[in-house]
Nanobody
Framework: QVQLEESGGGLVQAGGSLRLSCVVS????????MGWFRQGPGKEREFVAA????????TYADSVKGRFTISRDNAENTVYLQMNSLKPEDTAVYYC?????????????????WGQGTQVTISS
């Protein structure tokens, strides 16, 4: 069994920053690539960022490119999402997902494990 727990969400003003963390526990040897997704009210879950197993490659949604940075520390079983220059449209519940594959995927249906999510609210 694998468990993911996100933290770091909150309420900030537009232009501010937040750093999300996702800690993986349990059978961590099953974990490969990881990603961050978000879901706003009445919207589908959308891709934000993903990172390969060894952290060597990353990819981002166009809407966050240049503002968000995904990273991971495998020794600490943790994935991070640094979010800068936040906008009101970034408001959503942010979820951390994990796959058993080495390479990342932008389709949330390819992720086997999920955390409970952390709320991010950006005020204008």
């Amino acid at each position: 069994q694998v468990q993911l727990e996100e933290s770091g969400g909150g309420l900030v003003q537009a232009g501010g920053s937040l750093r999300l963390s996702c800690v993986v526990s349990g059978r961590t040897f099953n974990i490969g690539a990881m990603g961050w997704f978000r879901q706003g009210p009445g919207k589908e879950r959308e891709f934000v960022a993903a990172i390969t197993y060894n952290g060597g490659r990353t990819t981002y949604a166009d809407s966050v490119k240049g503002r968000f940075t995904i990273s991971r520390d495998n020794a600490e079983n943790t994935v991070y999402l640094q979010m800068n220059s936040l906008k009101p449209e970034d408001t959503a519940v942010y979820y951390c997902g994990a796959t058993p594959y080495i390479y990342y995927n932008t389709d949330y249906r390819r992720y086997d494990f999920w955390g409970q999510g952390t709320q991010v609210t950006i005020s204008s």
